[in-house]
T-cell receptor
Framework: AAGVIQSPRHLIKEKRETATLKCYPIPRHDTVYWYQQGPGQDPQFLISFYEKMQSDKGSIPDRFSAQQFSDYHSELNMSSLELGDSALYFC?????????FGSGTRLTVV | QKEVEQNSGPLSVPEGAIASLNCTYSDRGSQSFFWYRQYSGKSPELIMFIYSNGDKEDGRFTAQLNKASQYVSLLIRDSQPSDSATYLCAVNVGNEKLTFGTGTRLTIIP
């Protein structure tokens, strides 16, 4: 069965650089979520999209933005990267209350 | 106070014994409750969900929900070394985003 695809799996960026993370949800899932998980932390909700429209916003810094495109894939854009942005970034898609998570992107800011 | 709280652990349980994981939540409007298992560096994996008060059993796993006490638990019977992971409690209010607890790290001792 198709899963949630995230790319890249690993990303190393320097401070003040920009990063773009991509997420391809499961076909026919209508909602996409982005979560950030720091070392030893629980996943923190960043932002979600329902049918390509932003549906909810969590603790997402102003330096971050996201969108969902016509083909339903989503991108998380992160600018002016800081060391504290180093984390696992998960995308999840759902149809109803059941999430399926992607494998995540590990971002390291040096 | 966090919206979802878990006993932070770490929790060590002998192989073959019962592991008990606890979670409390603050929003009385919460409707859906989930337990995710997360291996280090991997994405969360749904193992149990429960909507109604009482117990729900699936194989070696039993989820228990008490809405009056705002309490949900997960029991793992006949614990196996492969059960060693972090267990995340997650709560959903209506069709909104999942809110995660901080997780309980469980170690099964052979």
């Amino acid at each position: 069965a198709a899963g949630v695809i995230q790319s890249p799996r690993h990303l190393i960026k320097e401070k003040r650089e920009t990063a773009t993370l991509k997420c391809y949800p499961i076909p026919r899932h209508d909602t996409v979520y982005w979560y950030q998980q720091g070392p030893g932390q629980d996943p923190q909700f960043l932002i979600s999209f329902y049918e390509k429209m932003q549906s909810d916003k969590g603790s997402i810094p102003d330096r971050f933005s996201a969108q969902q495109f016509s083909d339903y894939h989503s991108e998380l854009n992160m600018s002016s990267l800081e060391l504290g942005d180093s984390a696992l970034y998960f995308c999840a898609s759902s149809l109803g209350p059941f999430y399926t998570f992607g494998s995540g992107t590990r971002l390291t800011v040096v | 106070q966090k919206e979802v709280e878990q006993n932070s652990g770490p929790l060590s349980v002998p192989e073959g014994a019962i592991a008990s994981l606890n979670c409390t939540y603050s929003d009385r409007g919460s409707q859906s409750f989930f337990w995710y298992r997360q291996y280090s560096g991997k994405s969360p994996e749904l193992i149990m969900f429960i909507y109604s008060n009482g117990d729900k059993e699936d194989g070696r796993f039993t989820a228990q929900l008490n809405k009056a006490s705002q309490y949900v638990s997960l029991l793992i019977r006949d614990s196996q070394p492969s059960d060693s992971a972090t267990y995340l409690c997650a709560v959903n209010v209506g069709n909104e985003k999942l809110t995660f607890g901080t997780g309980t790290r469980l170690t099964i001792i052979p």
